[in-house]
């Protein structure tokens, strides 16, 4: 049974910072390309970021660049995103994705709120 499960998430002020961790148990994650995604309230679920398989490639929304970090630890199997000068349009459920084309996988969520 596949499971991401994605943790950190949190109440953070303005400028502030998270780190958001994703396990994954039921597959390799050298198999994947990872990424993140976000949902904000009455919004659909936006690209936030990706890695591939040996962290070569990183990719990023426009909006978050230069302000994210996306890594990824393939001997612990798990995916981070280091998240500095958070602003209020940071505010939303943020989930870890693990495609392989032909089938993807999604975490639970984990809810980040940044306060202005």
């Known amino acids: 049974q596949v499971q991401l499960v994605e943790s950190g998430g949190g109440l953070v002020q303005a400028g502030g910072f998270l780190r958001l961790s994703c396990a994954a148990s039921g597959l390799s994650i050298d198999d994947y390309l990872m990424g993140w995604f976000r949902q904000a309230p009455g919004k659909e679920r936006e690209f936030v970021a990706r890695?591939?398989?040996?962290?070569?490639?990183?990719y990023y929304a426009d909006s978050v660049k230069g302000r994210f970090t996306i890594s990824r630890d393939n001997a612990k199997n798990t995916v981070y995103l280091q998240m500095n000068n958070l602003r209020p349009e940071d505010t939303a459920v943020y989930y870890c994705?693990?495609?392989?084309?032909?089938?993807?996988?999604w975490g639970q969520g984990t809810q980040v709120t940044v306060s202005s």
């Open positions: 994705n693990a495609d392989r084309g032909s089938v993807d996988y």
């Open positions: 890695i591939n398989w040996n962290s070569v490639n990183t």
